[in-house]
């Protein structure tokens, strides 16, 4: 993340430079017409006012303002845009409902904002094939609301799951806080519906376990993030919802004795459902959002559970709860009923934006490290917190190793921002010292894309930009994010 | 000063600042056919503020996670970004920032077209308070030329107490004389209350033991807070406090939040609230006609009141009144705006029947004999369309429908 420096360099290049947009076409009248012909006049938008709510994400302190927004209704009309686009050489930004925190849906070189929200159909649910095809724009929630009607689970369930569209997650390739039994989205979708930069309409994969004709594209395109193509329906694998699920909370001194229990309870042979942590900062933020009785005074919780036949469940929570007082649990309490466990889940999810009553800004990160180094990790961004005066509240999905620590930052106050900025490099570098990386499940996005490299080397950054060329010969497809 | 408000003092440069040069990513990172770090943003408009039209703190603190878009009426007709709560606060901040004409269309359209529901604020973590950004933001929208007519006519009207006073010739509303004391709980009578549905104070009145309905209360303001002029809605609401001292009871929900926030929620007791908290027992149940010459228990269902569920999260209490006297069975959509949402139905006709549509779909494969309501715009708004489909449920207020046990109680005795 540069935003900070982007910011202070920004005051001077104002007046001397301008972006360079000379390898793009404009969006013209001409282009306007053409593009209400595709998806009809109403659905066009192209005034300050209309393009000033799709000029940013979730992203903070990232914003750029896109030439037109368009909502098309069909795949048709994406590939007809799609078409157009690339003879007229114009970048398309795709966006779902725009919850990303990578700043991967911002226009970075204007253009046009597709938003794929009006596909919003579930098209098919079958258990007999434990599967369900969908339409890009239906939330995560619904898809899983739709599976959970015929007693079949979709695992993957990011935080923003209410919000979130299934296409968004796929391009995200977004994780959850059930990645470490169940894996994350990737491990989930069996095949695309996808429409080329260049307009071609193409099937990959489908609704087969095993396939292996090709190269596995549907592998490629998740986690590609709108620069390889539009993805407008997902064929995705459900699982039999399991009969159960149990939830307990487990107290500790400081993040990195939380951080020590993960590793043991791993190392004690249970591969739980839910294995989150939050620090003392996170829990008094979502206990003031929440207010679900949680102990304010603890340097930190473990969240753990597991879900499935319930004298398993009881079992696996007992001895996670044994684990967690081996490494020096101040206590810890069991939910009783679902409901309690299912309110504490939810408060995990809300711990990013109930950290936003502490400061106005947000700073969010998504570093991943190996298991048994989280304890270490934590210990490092407490360091860097200290060493750059910042605010750090951390917490995230400690069972798979995904740390989010975010920096709560006023900006009014001096230099804050900029040394926020400064900690983000600092955790990166110390992520990939741990052998480790700079996003576990947000993505690269414009966010994180100068850093990138840093985890993946010359060599694959050369190839990453070989692949988006051979998918995408003009460049119009999310310009400015991985690859491009 | 942040480098926030820097920026907010060139509100001239946003569009060349939105994408100018940045030459600070890390030299090591090249590109094919574009030096990346060229490429780059504007901070937004999150921190800006150049007008001075809102309250910062308030405006601050959204982070625009989302999480508000599902809760949204406006949202779900089109899934439209611009019409969610999140899409409205960042125009709000363009407003602010100064990188939006004051006039423009989409700011005006946006303004209008919010339910003012404050179902948003429910699932938002950080604890924004939207519903008081809208009022500001309508402040400053609706001044001037942009003033909507009809919303004009409606604050003059509701604010002449004469008028008031007036409609209850017509058809008489709950009242007593002589200034209201503090050692009494007041009815509240309402603007439109009094005057659509008198029947609703005079069943209060039966309700609450020892309740008095003084004729000497106006409007409380609700009405200008939400359309435009929330200094005047604020004046209402303290004047009501000193024409009824003490505890005010209000049969309208949508009041209800704004006299809390004005008077102190101390002093404001929702009908339903108050009864639950005084241990009132219903003296029988609500019978209607079985079809075959004798009589059953009823079947109803609740329409929530947007800013009594939403700002003043009272929810359990109409329901478990309703419990005492008939069979319950709750909407799925309950605790959704109806689409009457105070002037909307009058300001925006169209968009209001297209949110209602789907409750009347719902209602109707609910088979109830009655919705009830705790706030006189659902309630009309319910009312007629139910009446107009000629459907078999019928909208009664939750007063009425009590005053109603008591009266068939007294009828079989």
């Not at chain 2, 439209?80 to 709000?92: F, H, K, N, Q, V």
């Not at chain 2, 303004?111 to 924004?128: I, K, N, T, W, Y």
């Not at chain 2, 604020?234 to 004047?239: E, Y």
């Amino acid at each position: 993340m540069t935003v900070g420096a982007a910011r202070v360099h920004a005051e001077t290049a104002a007046t001397s430079a301008t972006p360079d947009r000379s390898r793009f076409g404009a969006v013209d009248e001409a282009v306007l017409k053409a593009l209400r012909k595709i998806v009809g006049s109403d659905y066009v938008r192209s005034s300050d006012g209309d393009l000033a709510p799709f000029s940013r994400d979730a992203t903070p302190l990232f914003a750029a303002r896109p030439d037109a927004v368009i909502f098309p209704a069909s795949t048709e009309e994406v590939a007809a845009v799609l078409k157009l686009a690339t003879e007229r050489r114009i970048p398309v930004t795709p966006r779902g409902a725009g919850s990303n925190l990578a700043a991967a849906t911002a226009a970075t070189y204007g253009g046009i904002v597709m938003v794929l929200t009006r596909l919003d159909q579930i098209v098919e649910v079958s258990a007999s094939e434990l599967l369900a095809v969908v339409q890009t724009g239906v939330t995560t929630a619904e898809l899983s609301a739709a599976a959970g009607k015929q007693g079949l689970l979709y695992a993957p369930d990011p935080g923003s799951r209410t919000v979130s569209t299934v296409g968004g997650n796929v391009a995200m390739c977004a994780g959850g806080l059930r990645g470490l039994k169940y894996g994350v989205t990737r491990n989930y979708v069996l095949g695309l519906l996808v429409v080329l930069p260049t307009g071609e309409i193409i099937r990959t994969g489908g609704r087969l376990w095993k396939d292996v004709a090709g190269y596995d594209l549907t592998r490629l395109l998740t986690g590609s993030e709108g620069t390889l193509g539009v993805i407008t329906e997902a064929t995705v694998a459900l699982l039999p919802a399991p009969a159960t699920s149990g939830t307990g909370v487990a107290y500790f001194r400081s993040l990195s004795d939380a951080g020590r229990a993960v590793a043991r309870v791993i190392a004690d042979g249970v591969v739980p459902a839910t294995l989150e942590f939050l620090d003392g900062k996170c829990i008094n933020a979502v206990e003031d959002y929440a207010g679900l009785g949680l102990d304010r005074t603890a340097g930190a919780l473990l969240l753990f559970g597991d879900d499935g036949a319930p004298d398993v469940v009881q079992t696996n929570l007992a001895r996670m709860a044994v684990s967690c007082e081996t490494e020096g649990a101040l206590g810890f309490t069991v939910a009783k009923e679902i409901v309690e466990s299912e309110a504490l889940l939810e408060a995990r999810r809300c711990a990013l934006p109930a950290l936003a009553r502490l400061a106005p800004v947000t700073i969010l990160e998504d570093v991943a490290v190996p298991r048994p180094r989280i304890a270490e990790m934590v210990d490092r961004i407490d360091a860097i917190a200290e060493r750059n005066r910042l605010t750090i509240a951390t917490f995230g999905h400690a069972g798979d190793g995904n740390l989010h620590p975010t920096a709560v930052v006023d900006p009014g106050d001096g230099d804050a921002v900029e040394r926020a900025h400064a900690a983000v490099g600092q955790i990166f570098t110390a992520a990939i010292d741990l052998g480790g990386t700079i996003t576990g499940e947000h993505g690269v996005g414009a966010a994180k894309l100068p850093y990138l490299e840093q985890r993946l080397g010359a060599d694959q950054m050369a190839l990453l930009r070989r692949v988006k060329t051979a998918f995408d010969p003009a460049g119009i497809l999310n310009p400015g994010k991985t690859g491009s | 000063m942040s480098v926030l408000s820097e920026r907010g003092g060139q509100p001239d440069q946003n569009d060349v600042l939105s994408r100018v040069a940045d030459g600070v990513s890390p030299s090591s990172v090249h590109h094919s056919d574009d030096v990346l770090g060229l490429a780059t943003y504007g901070t937004g408009d999150h921190g800006v503020h150049t007008r001075g039209i809102f309250d910062p703190e308030l405006l601050d603190r959204c982070i625009s996670c989302g999480f508000c878009l599902p809760a949204c009426p406006t949202y779900a007709l089109e899934k439209d970004e611009a019409s969610s709560p999140r899409g409205r606060i960042t125009l709000m901040r363009a407003l602010e920032a100064g990188t939006l004409d004051p006039h423009d269309q989409t700011l005006q359209e946006q303004s209008s077209q919010c339910l003012g529901c404050r179902a948003c604020e429910v699932p938002c973590p950080a604890g924004v308070e939207y519903g008081l950004l809208l009022e500001t933001w309508r402040d400053h929208q609706w001044s001037g030329r942009h003033g909507n007519p009809l919303a004009r006519v409606l604050r003059w009207g509701v604010a002449r107490r004469s008028l008031l006073r007036l409609s209850g010739l017509v058809r008489p509303f709950a009242r007593t004389r002589g200034y209201a004391r503090a050692t009494k709980p007041h009815i509240m009578l309402g603007c439109a209350e009094r005057a659509l549905f008198p029947s609703v104070s005079r069943a209060a009145v039966r309700l609450v033991p020892g309740a008095d309905a003084p004729i000497e209360q106006g409007c409380c303001g609700a009405l200008h807070a939400h359309n435009g002029d929330s200094a005047k809605g604020a004046d209402m609401a303290r004047r009501l406090g000193q024409d009824l001292p003490g505890t005010i009871i209000t049969t309208a929900g949508g009041c209800a939040a704004h006299i809390a926030h004005h008077l102190g929620r101390d002093h404001l007791k929702e009908l339903s609230e108050h009864l639950v908290e005084t241990g009132y027992r219903a003296t029988g149940e609500l019978l209607v006609p079985d079809g075959h010459g004798g009589q059953r228990r009823a079947r109803v269902t609740l329409q929530d009141s947007c800013h009594l569920r939403n700002g003043l999260r009272v929810t359990a209490q109409p329901r478990a009144l309703l419990r005492q006297v008939a069979d319950y069975v709750e909407l799925p959509s309950a605790g959704g705006c109806c689409g009457s949402a105070g002037s909307y139905s009058i300001l925006r006709p169209k968009e209001s029947a297209r949110i209602l549509a789907p409750k009347l779909a719902e209602i109707k494969a609910l088979d109830v004999d009655f919705i009830v309501t705790v706030n006189p715009g659902c309630q009309l708004q319910l009312q007629s369309a139910l009446m107009l489909r000629r459907s078999g449920t019928k909208a009664i207020h939750l007063a009425d429908l009590l005053a109603r046990v008591e009266d068939q109680v007294a009828a079989r005795s």
